[in-house]
């Protein structure tokens, strides 16, 4: 069956693979699934072709008999809060996250404000595809309403967090959807917020909307410029959240992912994450007497893990982190009052907390290996690249990943391109080189026909 999810939702190009045509069958074939009654609520980042798939999926809503409730312009994670805040039936999220301006999405959310499965989106896809959307008649046709979360989603962290000083911080949301929230969460929480691309802008004037190295210098150099004690990024939608310490320099995300996991972990507890994460996460975390378990990559599969292991804390090495007290989305502003509650509680300075863990290298090369071919090269790996590397055991949950003693290999098949991705890391760069290197060797054998 043809696909219309990728790991995160629907994403692609505004009029070539994301149509209003599209979305309203979307919105159509969710009716259904929903047995064609109750309640949705309904966001969207601040795109230019947002206004526009917003009203195609209510208009599929509407027409299969199902209600909806706007939420207007809130990050993703608000979306979430929102389904069980009103108890909605599910809950829309209209975004491409980190994707360039041109592109959009839909993200889809269950009852319990977690993240659509695998298995409910095949039930979406099966619909629309074998055009099964069943709409109603005209004296059931759904109604529109629209509600403001904002206030109650920021007092719920607020009353959860208490911070021991006044923080100065610098926000900067990329004129993405938190651009209205993070800010005013943190002054509630009693912070001076100095804010850097704030304003909701669909061409995203400001910077490139995923919060790396690269796209978060001049928030580096604001934060040096006031004096603040901490900058905090979002990407487009703000289900993640990156950080600049008190020097401006950005924080490595394994390490911010690091310290939050040690810090969730700081009774003990089981802290899920993803195949891709380093392993001073697992350095962190035991050091605390908790225990990290590994994921799939993709936010979904760490909530479900997160959900059955009833684990303390789940975070992907992007800055999707999820707190599963408050909530089960990846959530970028609950992220950053974390990490001003990571800094009050330790009373130390993020740069000093960042130092203390140890740094790690890391490098990636990519194979040619066609589509067909992926699944009959990752079976026959396994052992090669166990006994090339001297593996001390080897993960086959996403792609295979090696563990060693002084570091790690993942070989993992790319979900859309003809390539398999292989990455190394290393106590130092030789090491993370050498290890790339006999990975590959073990790769390219298999993938020679
Ligand atoms: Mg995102």
């Not at 810090?263 to 697992?282: C, L, N, P, R, Y």
């Not at 994921?295 to 979904?300: A, E, F, Y």
């Not at 007290?325 to 990490?339: E, R, S, Y």
């Amino acid at each position: 069956m043809e696909k219309l999810f990728g790991t995160s939702g629907i994403r692609g190009l505004v009029g070539k693979e994301i149509t209003p045509e599209l979305a309203m069958g979307v919105g159509l074939a969710l009716a259904t699934q929903l047995g064609n009654s109750g309640c949705l609520v309904i966001g969207k980042d601040p795109r230019t072709s947002g206004d526009m798939f917003e009203s195609s999926v209510i208009s599929g809503l509407l027409s299969g008999g199902c209600s909806v409730t706007r939420l207007g312009v809130v990050p993703t994670p608000t979306v979430a809060f929102a389904v069980q805040h009103l108890k909605a039936k599910a809950g829309v999220m209209v975004t491409a996250s980190h994707n360039p301006a041109e592109y959009n999405g839909i993200k889809l959310w269950d009852s319990n404000g977690m993240a659509y499965t695998p298995k409910l989106e095949r039930q979406i896809e099966s619909i629309y595809f074998k055009n099964k959307g069943k709409r109603v008649g005209w004296s059931s046709i759904g109604k529109i309403g629209s509600a403001d979360v904002v206030p109650a989603y920021i007092n719920k962290i607020v009353s959860s967090i208490k911070l021991s000083k006044e923080f100065k911080v610098v926000v900067d949301c990329g004129n993405g959807a938190a651009s209205a929230v993070t800010p005013v969460l943190l002054r509630k929480m009693g912070c001076k917020v100095t804010t850097l691309n704030c304003h909701p802008d669909g061409h995203f004037p400001g910077r490139g909307l995923e919060p790396t190295e690269e796209n978060l210098t001049e928030l580096g150099k604001v934060v040096k410029s006031v004096g603040a004690d901490l900058g905090v990024a979002h990407d487009g939608d703000a289900d993640r959240v990156a950080a600049v310490d008190e020097r401006g320099r950005f924080v490595q995300l394994d390490k911010m992912l690091a310290l939050i996991s040690a810090f969730q972990a700081k009774k003990g507890g089981i802290v899920a994450t993803t195949v891709d994460a380093s392993s001073v996460v697992e350095e962190a975390v035991e050091k605390k007497g908790g225990k990290v378990i590994r994921t799939k990559v993709g936010d979904v599969y760490v909530a479900e893990a997160v959900k059955k292991r009833r684990a303390v804390f789940g975070g992907e090495p992007c800055g999707a982190w999820i707190f599963p007290d408050f909530h089960m989305a990846p959530d970028g502003p609950l992220a950053a009052a974390k990490v001003l509650e990571l800094l009050s509680y330790m009373d130390m300075g993020l740069a000093e907390l960042a130092d203390s863990i140890p740094e790690r290298y890391t490098v990636r090369e990519k194979v040619k290996c066609k589509n067909e071919k992926k699944a009959a090269v990752m079976k026959k790996l396994g052992p090669k690249l166990k006994s090339a590397l001297k593996a001390t055991k080897v993960l086959s949950i996403d792609g295979l990943r090696a563990e060693l003693k002084d570091g790690w290999v993942l070989v993992r098949p790319s979900g859309t391109e003809p390539y398999v991705r292989v990455t190394a890391e290393g106590k130092t760069q030789k090491k993370a080189e050498e290890l790339l290197g006999k990975a590959l060797k073990a790769v390219g054998v298999s993938v020679r026909p």
